[in-house]
């Protein structure tokens, strides 16, 4: 049965050990954060014990889990969220079996060459299946690093489409080539789109946003994104050969040092006169925001969500604020 194949996971990994296994990976918080259901599932989560500051994030995965019937989770035990573990062993209480997999906070290639061996065999696929479906995914990658240049280069591209697409990347949406056929469409769709009107040009850091209408807000304001941080890490953006070498560049589960490099050379490439730093609500990755106001030497705006909603007042105003006071310096230098 379809559901015996399903493969959850609570942040991204070497995916292409799922493919090769022909199994359908699954990013839990992308089926979370786009479901309808959305509340039910944060509900769900709360009506067992879940506490009310808890991540929104770890609550949805959760009630997802649950909902969607999803047998197996890969549970990421180092490289992301510590509420992790508990996540873990609550739904391993609901039955679920549970395969941790560690990113290794030194950066060790061969603590990482041993974690994906581990998985490899749990799911008992061979290196050479392995790196076939490395060589087919990075060619879906491909194309989606196509749509991330059309968005900063080009400007026929919206920050949201930039970030759908960079998203999905994590799972394939559990069918690659359903996604590629999905990106091909896409790509034949934009190529007579006139460029979007030259706005301000903001960089985007930090997890995805638990907010659903971010994006739409800002180019109301008369701002682009044209930098997704995270999401486009989740695509692989460094050419490799080797899959170790491919999940020792991704920086997300590494140290905010590991980004830093990356997102002072993206700032660099791609003219971003600012940058909004979205945090999630009781996660440690707030404290982290000390170290980007220290080395990035560009306007920054932190904005915090908690669970899945529209913008609320208060942070629209802030942005609203935040892009006007970039327009003005945008401006001035003009009349420089």
């Known amino acids: ?23 359908i990976p699954v990013d839990l918080n992308n089926i979370f954060i786009t479901s309808p259901k959305r509340e039910r599932l944060l509900a769900k989560a709360e009506a067992i014990g879940f506490p009310k500051n808890t991540c929104g994030w770890i609550k949805g995965i959760y009630g997802v889990t649950i909902e969607e019937g999803i047998e197996e989770v890969v549970a990421v035990t180092q490289g992301d969220c510590s509420n992790t573990h508990a996540l873990m ?11 941790p997999f560690a990113f290794p906070y030194d950066r060790s290639r061969d603590l990482l060459a041993l974690q994906i061996d581990k998985m490899m065999k749990h799911f008992g696929v061979t290196p050479c299946q392995v790196q076939q479906a490395k060589e087919t995914l990075d060619r879906v990658r491909a194309k989606v690093h196509e749509i991330d240049r059309l968005s900063w280069e080009e400007g026929v591209v919206s920050g949201f489409e930039n970030h759908y697409f960079l998203v999905s990347t994590s799972d394939m949406k559990g069918d690659w080539r359903a996604f590629e056929e999905e990106i091909d469409r896409f790509l034949s769709s934009v190529k007579n789109r006139r460029p979007q009107s030259e706005g301000v040009r903001l960089g985007y850091l930090g997890v995805p946003p638990i907010f659903t209408d971010l994006y739409d807000c800002l180019e109301g304001l008369g701002a682009r994104v044209v930098f997704n941080e995270i999401q486009r890490q ?8 080797d899959i170790v070498e491919q999940y020792l560049l991704y920086t997300y589960p590494y140290s905010i040092f590991a980004r830093l490099q990356d997102i002072k050379t993206e700032v660099r490439r791609r003219q971003i006169e600012g940058l909004i730093h979205y945090v999630q609500a009781f996660c440690f990755r707030q404290i982290e925001d000390i170290i980007l106001r220290r080395e990035i030497k560009l306007p920054i705006l932190t904005i915090e969500g908690d669970r899945p909603s529209a913008i ?8 609203e604020s935040f892009v006007e006071m970039l327009q003005h310096r945008k401006q001035s230098w003009i009349y420089e």
Do not use: H, N
Request: net charge negative; aromatic share 10%; charged share 30%.
């Open 312 to 319: 609320d007042a208060r942070t629209k105003l802030r942005l």
């Open 1 to 23: 049965m379809e559901d015996g194949r399903r493969v959850g996971f609570t942040t991204t990994i070497p995916v292409e050990i799922l493919f090769a296994a022909e199994k």
């Open 89 to 99: 062993e609550v739904l391993q209480m609901e039955g679920v079996r549970i395969f």
């Open 234 to 241: 989740f695509s692989m953006p460094f050419s490799t050969e």
